[in-house]
């Protein structure tokens, strides 16, 4: 019994630290994709929206989801060797991945502070509404709305819907309320800001898929609901993003390397219902989904998302949560114990949720402080504006550039 | 019972991980290597590479090795809760090192559709002849040849034999096929490009050591099984390859960080028979082997091996298999049980045959496809021709360079 | 009980990779910070002094500190499947950041070879001092002076003192050896030399704090010490530091990520029985007792500290000892077992004995081969002078620069 416990710990730890580790990789990933004088926001964003996101989380967020408050003394909480405590990293870890997600969208033009303040909100009070909801059953929607009327509870093993399509949608408001970059969509062929560094985007990619491994595998939450059938579907959906993104890219290293993202965002939420196949599909539809999407939207509807992160995590995540009622079910080869009408309905409330979510915080925290860097201050980048100093300090001073 | 098997998935599960992330290492380690104009492709290769090896070795070349196929359906393949999943990611990672060992021997000049053709020929079909005569006992030879004639069958605990020299000699083969890059050989004394970035290089090798525990450990498939041994002498054998780098290299960087790579090529094969100590002299014999014998196969024998990965991977792990027959001794402090003819005739047989597997597959696709871009594309890089990007797209902008 | 070993392998084994992983970001964090000059500089010496301590410390450090000697022969010493050797593997990553915390201070103008000797000297005699006095209770200190006088045995569960403030006095020893880089405090209004990247920076860190979670979780040594509330507490200590260091330092990239390793530098004594809420503040207090100190240590009191190591290390490792007395009560919210007597007397011995040894070690090889570059040399760079190449070579070749 004891053994087991300290095994249970072990296992979550190892989860929690690797997807600790994919918030490094959104850090490389924008900063490998933004322009050269938005690199040092990107790494100081990241970093302190994971700060605050895991502080507001443990003030106030994990208690509206799972109605456990960690004000006891120390020895109270860290009974049963802290497992509970080790579920709060694992989990404070998933919520801080929203406002990761976000960061990417709005990129190279929100002022600081005000979008810290944003991340508070989204973590302390949004997120905990649609995590408590999917994974604690508050509120009683999965009881009453999915499991008797729907035909099975709404599925979301590791958060295509609850963590992707969430944050994406709720970028995706939060774009719209700040509006495209300077000069991105002023002439009639839209510009496209080329990427900064095509190596730092593909470290940010390769840590994101490093740890994505802990994200789905260890949602699991304890050895004994383990299953290596996560694993596989994970990898199998990575491979399938990977190369539909390949063919739908033409070889673009950055689709390249954003498909494997696309595949693994798609695959959270049926990662362990589903046949390894049927995994392969999911995620190449995804990283065809990605490829498509993100030029459509960036270019067509100009909608100015600078990573693309309602392509990537708002519409495969959706695509995500509705794949599981499809290559779920047992006739398609998975486990079964989905019902597509569940997954349809509880995926696109999600969705629906994230952009209401974001809409409503982005709009107060820019009614209240101003969400957007002034023009001068956009133009010099963010990196002098707001931390004054560039990625490179170096280059500037011998360059006598600064 | 249960627990056990949660355990053990989680033990392999955590070494897969580990060896999908040296993928990051070989992808960064040939970015830092090759020149600017070649990083994009560097990273292309390796992530796409590690797609397809995934996707044809579920289709076809685990079946070859071990006879399992995955076309059942979910709920029968994940029985003991998907442990034989876990097992095929685990050494999906590992047939998926063949095609990146090769990449960065025939850097900066191959085609990107063929070279993806070989991938798939390699790891389909050619390594899991290897793979499953010594690993899965097939064809009798372990047990015809080497336990009755040689005194022992041939022991190749992590692959110094079945992934490492198997892979640097069918990459000698490729290199061959393919010929110099443009200029390397034209005057009397070689030009060596310079490698782009030390720290890209740094990086890779970083990511390769870390992983690469999870390489040797997890090659025990098994808590049981597992050793701290192989741990420790994984270590040793990367500090000796390190130190005698660095003084055969005399402090060049990349000399001291390929070292550490070349300690635990060669360990992989008796990390778990060999003393710590044992281990240490294996490594260091590694790290002078790959600084003399990359100098001597790309300045005198003309080889253009832009990684130096014969040297490294198709040398070293060919001592590596003999090492195991020489320090896996009792009499040289080892646990015995293995025989210095058993490891010298099988070490050759393994890299005789990746050597013929990789001229036949590399002469199909270059007679088929064409292997090699046109001088034009060569000179212009394989990221413009191919990716139509270049690794720094904002710097070309603002440079005026496209 | 065989199960159960191969567990605690398998758990030590995780938090020595995790550990070793620092390493990397112990280079990159020093590649960010220091002038692209000595960049490959910072890359070798942090792989090479990882290969010395190692080897040392098998040699001669692990007998010193704990008795045991590993000349045996492999059977006899993989005994327990190992967990011996997996145990002198974790400790041995703790070991080597000794100089690898060093190495930060003293960048940019030390010799290699007499740095590497010192490293010897540090690892191989003077560390293994201060760890079996405190963690293996050697010389019956923590029997005779803290037990039975201060009231409970001086408490360091992950090294704040063993290895933070030891490496960081010891450090700060070595800069007055060292005395600062030419140019540097010429004039009435120090020369900050500005850091070379950003994102290598942050790599760093990242990599450092990612790491960290092993050298503080897996401190407890096998699963049924484990706990779960070490792995929270350096969650919130880490985010406690970050905020305060960007408050204090102003938006700052390098103080914002060094802000989240003076956390968790500062957790490491208390991990296991401070509460979250003191963890945080303990984390918080470091981040803005590093920033501050990093200013008026650097600028005003001219120790030419490139890294900042001893605010980071020697300082905020200090205030961790120290602060495992105080937020470690039961009154507090704590596990208590602690006393504030016992703490602030073991942090100042400790701190106090890391500045002797390093005092001691490199005037020793400073008088016996010279620890500074010539001036010459040092104005070329550690990389042209020492190791004949650039970080960038190609950049060099493509701009005449060499």
């Keep these: 019994m004891e053994q087991q ?77 802290g497992y509970e405590l080790v579920k709060f990293f694992f989990l404070a870890t998933f919520a801080a991945a929203v406002p990761a997600i976000i960061s990417g969208g709005i990129a190279e033009r929100a002022r600081f502070l005000p979008q810290c303040a944003a991340t508070a909100l989204m973590v302390g009070l949004a997120y905990p509404l649609i995590e408590g909801t999917v994974w604690n059953r508050n509120f009683g929607l999965q009881d009453h709305l999915f499991a008797s009327i729907l035909g099975a509870p709404f599925k979301d093993f590791a958060g295509s819907i609850v963590v992707h399509a969430f944050g994406g949608w709720a970028a995706f408001a939060a774009i719209r309320q700040l509006g495209p970059r300077i000069g991105r969509y002023d002439r009639s062929r839209p510009m496209s800001p080329p990427p900064s560094s095509i190596p730092w985007l593909a470290m940010g990619s390769w840590l994101l898929c490093i740890g994505w491994f802990g994200f789905n595998v260890m949602s699991a939450q304890n050895l004994r609901a383990e299953s290596g059938l996560v694993a596989i579907n994970s990898l199998m959906a990575m491979c399938g993003g990977i190369l539909a993104a390949l063919l739908a890219g033409r070889n673009d290293p950055g689709f390249v390397h954003n498909g494997a993202l696309a595949g693994l965002v798609a695959i959270c939420a049926g990662s362990d219902v589903m046949h390894p196949i049927g995994a392969f599909l999911t995620g190449a539809i995804a990283g065809g989904l990605f490829v498509t999407m993100f030029q459509v939207s960036t270019n067509k509807w100009r909608i100015d998302d600078v990573l693309g992160v309602w392509a990537l995590h708002g519409l495969c995540g959706l695509w995500g949560g509705i794949a599981c009622g499809i290559f779920g079910l047992a006739a398609l080869g998975g486990m079964g114990g989905v019902t597509f009408q569940s997954q ?59």
Tied chains: 1, 2, 3.
């Design 344 to 402: 349809l309905v509880g995926s696109v409330l999600g969705a629906a949720f994230g952009f209401v979510a974001g809409t409503i915080v982005y709009w107060v925290v820019h009614s209240a402080f101003g969400l957007r860097l002034s023009p001068d201050e956009e133009r010099r980048g963010a990196d002098i504006s707001i931390h004054k100093i560039s990625a490179n300090p170096e280059d500037d001073v011998r360059l006598g550039r600064l």
């Design 5 to 81: 416990q300290g095994a249970d710990v072990f296992f979550l730890l190892v989860g929690a630290i690797l997807v600790f580790a994919m918030h490094g990789g959104f850090a490389f990933l924008e900063v490998g994709t933004v322009r050269h004088k938005n690199q040092v926001n990107a790494l100081v964003k990241i970093l302190v929206d994971f700060a605050i996101s895991t502080t507001v989380y443990f003030a106030i967020g994990y208690t509206l989801s799972y109605g456990i408050t960690f004000f006891a003394a120390a020895q109270t909480i860290s009974a049963g060797q």
